[in-house]
């Protein structure tokens, strides 16, 4: 238990489907990110929202929406995703400098 | 952030250290090296982290050279538990401070 939550830990979606991931945490972190591990690749960095504010966003594809409403929450809003986008979606969370506390992560697969 | 360079993969006795290499020539005065590991599926977790002096938490030793060039992780009794993907990472603080992850180096403890 890293004190990083993440719902819901499956999900099966078809590409006309609008679905969102939640992340939560309670660690007092300012800093929250969205990562994508693909079968077999490195966790690529999504987007990264330090006190609320996004401050990363690597070029994602516009069909992935993140959110931050507080400093507890982060959610990744999905819409007309493609088979490719079948992944393992990882929160973390961290102070501003020192070790980031992920999540288990969601295991997203689009039918 | 320092580009870091570890092995793919490496094999290890259960009950033995083992001594994972990471290079990172180009690493600047203010980053800071950072370990992680993920075993199969699951969110990466902290291992330990430092700047220019030696480290040690209840889970492993972190050796860094003089010149800050390379550093080793030391897992100082591998168990069959710690089979997973090590990541060494190099970055800074404040609002430059993210994570990025290579491709680590599978550590295969053998019983």
């Known amino acids: 238990e890293t004190g990083v939550t993440q719902t819901p830990r499956h999900l099966v979606m078809g590409m006309t489907n609008k679905k969102s991931l939640k992340c939560e945490q309670h660690?007092?972190?300012?800093?929250m990110y969205w990562y994508k591990q693909s079968a077999k690749k490195p966790l690529e960095l999504m987007f990264v929202y330090s006190l609320e504010e996004r401050v990363e966003n690597n070029s994602v594809p516009s069909r992935f929406s993140p959110e931050c409403p507080n400093s507890s929450h982060l959610f990744l809003h999905l819409h007309t995703l493609q088979p490719e986008d079948s992944a393992l979606y990882l929160c973390a969370s961290s102070r501003a400098q020192g070790e980031a506390f992920f999540g288990q992560g969601t295991r997203l697969t689009v039918v | 952030d320092a580009k870091t360079t570890q092995p793919t993969s490496m094999d290890c006795a259960e009950g033995r250290a083992a001594n994972l290499p990471c290079n990172h020539s180009t690493i600047s005065g203010n980053e800071y090296v950072y370990w992680y590991r993920q075993i199969h599926s699951q969110g990466p977790q902290y291992i330990i982290h430092?700047?220019?002096n030696n480290e040690t938490n209840e889970m492993a030793s972190l050796i860094i050279t003089e010149d800050r060039k390379s550093s080793t992780l030391i897992l100082p009794h591998a168990t069959l538990r710690d089979t997973a993907v090590y990541y060494c990472i190099a970055t800074s603080g404040g609002s430059n401070y993210k994570l990025t992850f290579g491709k680590g180096t599978l550590l295969t403890v053998n019983p």
């Open positions: 660690l007092g972190h300012n800093a």
């Open positions: 430092g700047l220019k």
